[in-house]
Nanobody, 124 residues
């Protein structure tokens, strides 16, 4: 069983930054890819970023490319999402997910465990 706990969300003005963290339980964290997704009210869950087990491969959704950075610290069983130049349209509940494989995935089907989410609200 794996538990994922997100933190770092909050209210920020447009143009500001936030860093989300996702702490994972379990000794196999370092063997799997990880991802971040988000869901805004009334919308479907959207892919944000994914990172392979070594951190060598990182992929981003088109809407966040160049502004967000995903990283991981396998010694701390933690994955991060650094969010810069935030926009009101970034407002959403952000979810961390553990990959079912060691590589990356842009689809929800590539993940087998999900956190409860952390709210990010960007004011204009």
């Amino acid at each position: 069983q794996v538990q994922l706990v997100e933190s770092g969300g909050g209210l920020v003005q447009a143009g500001g930054s936030l860093r989300l963290s996702c702490a994972a339980s379990g000794r196999t964290f370092s063997s799997y890819g990880m991802g971040w997704f988000r869901q805004a009210p009334g919308k479907e869950r959207e892919f944000v970023a994914t990172i392979s087990w070594t951190g060598a491969v990182r992929l981003y959704g088109d809407s966040v490319k160049g502004r967000f950075t995903i990283s991981r610290d396998n010694a701390k069983n933690t994955v991060y999402l650094q969010m810069n130049s935030l926009k009101p349209e970034d407002t959403a509940l952000y979810y961390c997910a553990k990959g079912a494989y060691s590589g990356t995935s842009k689809t929800e089907g590539g993940y087998d465990y999900w956190g409860q989410g952390t709210q990010v609200t960007v004011s204009s």
